[in-house]
């Protein structure tokens, strides 16, 4: 079974600073897609990018990046100069064709002003 | 507004109850997805169904079930209720022809608690 391990529950950054968070999966496919997901305090679930496995270029968006190494199962999240609205959970997901959608357990990221 | 429409927002109930959640997915969605994320933990996977069909079954309790009709809504039910039944019901709606990804777009979720 695919799993999918946050090894950091919480990271703190200051404002204007870039963090990463870091995300490794175990899976046997070659072709897959990998996701982040931000959950602010109002609970919401909101798509923060994702990444097609295929692809060897990491995913960006605007101030988000990623680093995926696919041989090594890492798919680590940037966030380059933090905001105090990138407070939230972020969850590291994983999916492969159109099974479920597997998720870690969060990295509860606080921003300091 | 995701587009994913999840009532009711908030539901207090007692133990051994029963309560049915309703989901309505994005407009032309055809894939449902129930997600269930208690206190500061991950979600888990509940079920899903593709076009009124279940397609996949986690670690669903034989407690709880779920439909998904003609209209393609959702209704998640849950009996026998116990404290430990608390938590956010998310529902989840995609349509895995429309992209190469199967992009999952969540409601707002439906928060339980059993008192």
């Known amino acids: 079974a695919q799993t999918v391990t946050q090894s950091q529950p919480e990271m703190s950054v200051q404002e204007a600073e870039t963090v990463t968070l870091s995300c490794t999966y175990d899976t046997s496919e070659s072709d897959y897609y990998l996701f982040w997901y931000k959950q602010p305090p109002s609970r919401q679930m909101i798509l923060v990018i994702r990444?097609?496995?295929?692809?060897?270029q990491n995913a960006t968006e605007n101030r988000f990046s990623v680093n995926f190494q696919k041989a090594a199962k890492s798919f680590s999240l940037k966030i380059s100069d933090s905001q105090l609205g990138d407070a939230a959970m972020y969850f590291c997901?994983?999916?492969?064709?159109?099974?479920?959608?597997?998720f870690g357990t969060g990295t509860r990221l606080t921003i300091i002003p | 507004d995701s587009g994913v429409t999840q009532t009711p927002k908030h539901l207090i109930t007692a133990t051994g109850q029963r309560v049915t959640l309703r989901c309505s997915p994005r407009s032309g969605d055809l894939s449902v997805y129930w997600y269930q994320q208690s206190l500061d933990q991950g979600l888990q996977f509940l079920i899903q169904?593709?076009?009124?069909?279940?397609?996949a079954k986690g670690n669903i309790l034989e407690r709880f079930s779920a439909q998904q009709f003609p209209d393609l809504h959702s209704e998640l039910n849950l009996s026998s209720l116990e404290l430990g039944d608390s938590a956010l019901y998310f529902c989840?709606?995609?349509?895995?022809?429309?992209?190469?990804?199967?992009?999952?777009?969540f409601g707002a979720g439906s928060r339980l608690t059993v008192l």
């Open positions: 989840a709606s995609s349509d895995p022809l429309s992209s190469g990804a199967n992009v999952l777009t």
């Open positions: 169904y593709y076009n009124g069909e279940e397609r």
């Open positions: 990444q097609e496995a295929y692809k060897q």
């Open positions: 997901a994983y999916l492969f064709g159109n099974e479920k959608l597997t």
